[in-house]
């Protein structure tokens, strides 16, 4: 693999991927639970998310970059263009490339769901951009904490229920579900921003984490992720197999573990917590998935 490839694979984040697929497995799986399942509306959802997701991760490095929040040699993942790996335009060229082939692939799921969901997915495109720039940037204001539950929690998950399952009331299992999973994935970005927060601090990047200080937010991710495995648990208690409620205390006890790995380490000791905070969420949301395709 080249260097140029190597960059460009770098920039897509992969560890953080699992975050939108999970959510999508999360949606199909409130949809399995009352026998909806659709195949085509769900690789729609599931294809959808992860360009949605790439894209504004192209987007976070060039911004930064641009706004000079970046500089060589950070804690984290590589960044292509701030170490010259990548040139600004051909990240920007990607970025708007990924959401105007999102924004096609979107279009599809008019088809499902109807023309309603168009300003849902606006405001999407809208945030995988906003994240990191515009007037107001979220990721740069302590919101992307709040934004993430919401673009890949509560949107994701009910969205993709909703698309296989339109005639149907999910709302009352597919809320705290997409809630559950909208925690997660902000204990996703916790570990991010916890890595970060000398760096985002000295450029004037206010995060949860430099706002609040490392201790709370380690706080943060404990609670988040502890609230999220006992909604989980509640939304689907009485309507899936039993194993179901053993599969979540193994994932609270794995979530317990992380964090205490997590308030121990620093700089780049965290990008492998990052990933696993990451594949958590991911098992959590593929074994919720299993338990509703399992009867009673």
Known sequence: ?????????????????????????????V??????????????CLLFAVIAQIASNFAN?????????????REG????????????????????????????LGCTLLWFGGWWMLPIGIAIALFAVGYSTGPYPLSHHGLGDIAVVVFFGIV???????????????????????????????DVLIVNNY??????RAVGKHTT???????????????DGIAAIVLAAWALYGLVSPWWGTAAGICLLVHVRLWAGIVHRRGAELNPMLGKTAMLLLASSLLMLIACATDV
């Not at 490095?61 to 040699?73: A, I, P, T």
């Not at 890595?195 to 985002?200: E, G, I, P």
């Open 209 to 223: 984490v430099v706002i609040f200080g490392r201790k709370a937010m380690s706080t943060v991710y404990l609670l």
């Open 195 to 200: 890595r970060d927060c000398d760096d985002d």
């Open 31 to 44: 949809a399995v639970l009352y026998d909806s399942f659709r195949i085509v509306p769900a690789l729609i």
């Open 156 to 186: 994701p998950v009910m969205l993709t229920a909703y698309l296989q399952a339109p005639e149907l009331c999910l709302w009352p299992v597919s809320l705290p579900v997409s809630l559950a999973v909208g925690l997660m994935a902000a």
């Open 77 to 104: 993942f590589r960044r292509g263009v701030t170490e010259g790996d990548i040139s600004p335009s051909a990240m920007k060229r990607a970025t708007y490339a990924l959401l105007a082939a999102d924004a096609l």
């Open 61 to 73: 490095e060039y911004y930064d970059f641009r706004n000079g929040l970046d500089r060589k040699g």
């Open 1 to 29: 693999m080249n260097k140029k490839t190597k960059a460009w694979i770098e920039a897509m984040r992969l560890r953080t991927l699992p975050v939108s697929v999970a959510g999508v497995f999360a949606g199909t799986a």
